[in-house]
T-cell receptor, first 111, second 118 residues
């Protein structure tokens, strides 16, 4: 079992729809959870981080964390073609920056 | 957010030569930097953790004598691929975490360096 698992996709949604990306993790000691976006041929960039159970909203993005279920998700509302990318879920058990990454979910938003 | 710069963006070299990649934190001090390798359509693979002033910590399966990491200052870490071979061709990415005392642990990535070994 991988430490961090994501649906590989590809996930395709129409423009304006909600895209839902899911991630599960195995280490119950995990403290910090991150979502990164990676465009093809580029390096990842941070979208959101979350530490506490519940929802965290930032613009069109909402991260959801359920530590009991070891589950973290990212919702993208009003999806735009520019959101088309690979989304990486990352989990850390420390605050020193070492994170374990999932394999990523490729999202395509169709105009 | 913090800025991490990586150089060169791409490099082509002959088999058997060595290539050095630099990773700089431009507006913050990074006591720890991370080096990753990413093959096409695959996820990031952590190669090593680079600690300022000490030896790097390599992940299992990564040859420390082939991938030399130096972290001589709080703003610069280098990765040298020694005696590169075609199978070393990949996208190499560095990242750093900004320590502020209440660290969130998020990573700031360099632009990546695409290495092609002929």
């Amino acid at each position: 079992q991988k430490e961090v698992e994501q649906n590989s996709g590809p996930l395709s949604v129409p423009e304006g729809a909600i895209a839902s990306l899911n991630c599960t993790y195995s280490d119950r000691g995990s403290q910090s959870f991150f979502w990164y976006r990676q465009y093809s041929g580029k390096s990842p960039e941070l979208i959101m981080f979350i530490y506490s159970n519940g929802d965290k909203e930032d613009g069109r993005f909402t991260a959801q964390l359920n530590k009991a279920s070891q589950y973290v998700s990212l919702l993208i509302r009003d999806s735009q073609p520019s959101d088309s990318a690979t989304y990486l879920c990352a989990v850390s058990s420390t605050n020193a920056g070492k994170s374990t990454f999932g394999d990523g979910t490729t999202l395509t938003v169709k105009p | 957010g913090a800025v991490v710069s990586q150089h060169p963006s791409w490099v082509i070299c002959k088999s058997g030569t060595s290539v050095k990649i630099e990773c700089r934190s431009l507006d913050f001090q990074a006591t720890t930097m991370f080096w990753y390798r990413q093959f096409p359509k695959q996820s990031l693979m952590l190669m090593a953790t680079s600690n300022e002033g000490s030896k790097a910590t390599y992940e299992q399966g990564v040859e420390k004598d082939k991938f030399l990491i130096n972290h001589a200052s709080l703003t610069l870490s280098t990765l040298t691929v020694t005696s590169a071979h075609p199978e070393d061709s990949s996208f190499y990415i560095c990242s750093a975490s900004e320590w502020t005392g209440m660290n969130t642990g998020e990573l700031f990535f360099g632009e990546g360096s695409r290495l092609t070994v002929l």
